[in-house]
């Protein structure tokens, strides 16, 4: 091979290595700007937290075995500490420890119970008894659960799909004591004092275009205007308003690159980022004028590679350094990836424990269980 061809042979992998470390690079601090922000940045969100760790690592790794390396190996670090806000790792687990268990705790669980009692995960069949034994076995204080209703996948109107169901004679017969609080498709159970409760109405805050209650909801219409149920309860005294939340999904069409019958990947991307955003700003409104300790819980949708978790109400404080998991995940049962199930609180509320559990099968989302009490 001629000397020219053989140094031009050798340049190849500095190229891709140069390549592949500027476009990382770029596309992190893209991802910065972009995401929560630009409903079509979707499938980017979707990318499993940790890759915004494990890709710069590698890249590093590819820098240093080029000529270059020593011009090269800072673009990987810096998209290395670009996106580690992204990554989902816990630092904080390493070194924080949970204060003692202080008296008057109680016991929260939240959980999306997948449909309730649908049984929609393999490994069963998963009885109502079963699910109903479950959710006793917890023995919790409160209650928040999300998706309190049924679904018919084979309705061609995406919005009929879901169903509404009414268990409360069950639920009383399950949980005497209980004060039980439903709005659209989430439910809170509550064994202490409830003082009051409301649901916070999305719609408010959502384009013109898309205020409107879909026809396929009619009958249902908190299905489409509230995704969070707020329940003001009396914890050792103090007024606890606990916020029950089911955000819709994230944009995912134009990854898939599928549609419904009468709308575009586009438009069902651009109403789920709508209707995410509006429920954030639903709960910044209601939490920014609300004077109670606060606890906030739930199904975001959200993982923490996802920008939109910025607009979680600057008042509240994350748990997650409560876990003891330095990558917690929640979500998909069975090959947990994505952390999408959250607990945020006012700084006046001790998190003495914080858990992420099984959902023994009858959901594709872990339980979180927390003890917790009002200081």
Same mark, same amino acid.
């Given at each position: ?14 190229? #891709? ?5 500027? =476009?990382?690079? /770029?596309? !992190?601090?893209?991802? $910065?700007? *972009?995401? &929560? ?16 760790? #494990? ?5 590093? =790794?590819?820098? /240093?075995? !080029?000529?270059?390396? $020593?011009? *090269?190996? &800072? ?301």
């Amino acid at each position: 091979m001629p000397p020219t061809v053989l140094k031009r042979h050798r340049r190849w992998p500095t190229r #891709l290595a140069v390549a592949a470390c500027s =476009g990382w690079l /770029l596309l !992190v601090a893209l991802h $910065w700007l *972009l995401s &929560g922000r630009a409903y079509w940045w979707g499938p980017a969100d979707l990318l499993p937290p940790f890759v915004f760790a #494990l890709v710069p690592v590698l890249l590093l =790794g590819i820098a /240093l075995a !080029v000529r270059v390396r $020593w011009k *090269l190996v &800072g673009v990987p670090l810096l998209a290395l500490a670009v996106g580690l806000p992204f990554s989902g790792f816990n630092f904080a687990t390493l070194w924080y420890s949970p204060p003692a268990e202080p008296a008057g705790a109680i016991t929260v669980v939240t959980w999306n119970t997948e449909y309730w009692d649908q049984d929609w995960e393999p490994g069963g069949p998963h009885t109502t008894d079963q699910f109903y034994a479950f959710l006793k076995a917890m023995n919790a204080d409160v209650y928040m659960l999300q998706e309190y209703a049924h679904v018919d996948l084979t309705l061609a109107d995406t919005a009929s799909q879901a169903l509404a169901i009414d268990q409360t004679d069950r639920l009383r017969a399950e949980f005497p004591g209980y004060e039980i609080v439903i709005a659209g498709r989430d439910i809170t159970l509550s064994r202490l004092p409830v003082v009051g409760h409301s649901w916070l109405d999305t719609t408010k805050y959502l384009p013109d275009d898309l205020k409107a209650v879909p026809h396929g909801l009619a009958t249902r219409p908190l299905f489409y205007q509230s995704q969070t149920l707020r329940t003001d309860i009396r914890v050792d005294g103090q007024v606890v308003s606990f916020y029950d939340s089911h955000l819709y999904q994230p944009p995912q069409r134009i990854f898939r690159l599928r549609g419904d019958p009468g709308q575009s990947m586009f438009a069902i991307d651009r109403f789920n980022f709508e209707m995410r955003k509006a429920s954030l700003e639903a709960l910044q409104e209601d939490i920014g004028h609300n004077p109670n300790r606060v606890v906030l819980g739930g199904d975001f949708n959200t993982s923490p590679a996802m920008g939109v978790l910025r607009m979680v109400p600057d008042r509240l404080v994350d748990q997650s350094r409560a876990l003891s998991s330095f990558y917690p995940t929640t979500w998909q049962a069975g090959r947990y990836w994505w952390r999408l199930d959250w607990l945020f609180t006012t700084p006046d509320v001790t998190v003495s424990s914080y858990d992420q559990l099984s959902p023994a099968g009858f959901s594709d989302h872990k339980v979180q269980r927390i003890r917790l009490a009002p200081r």
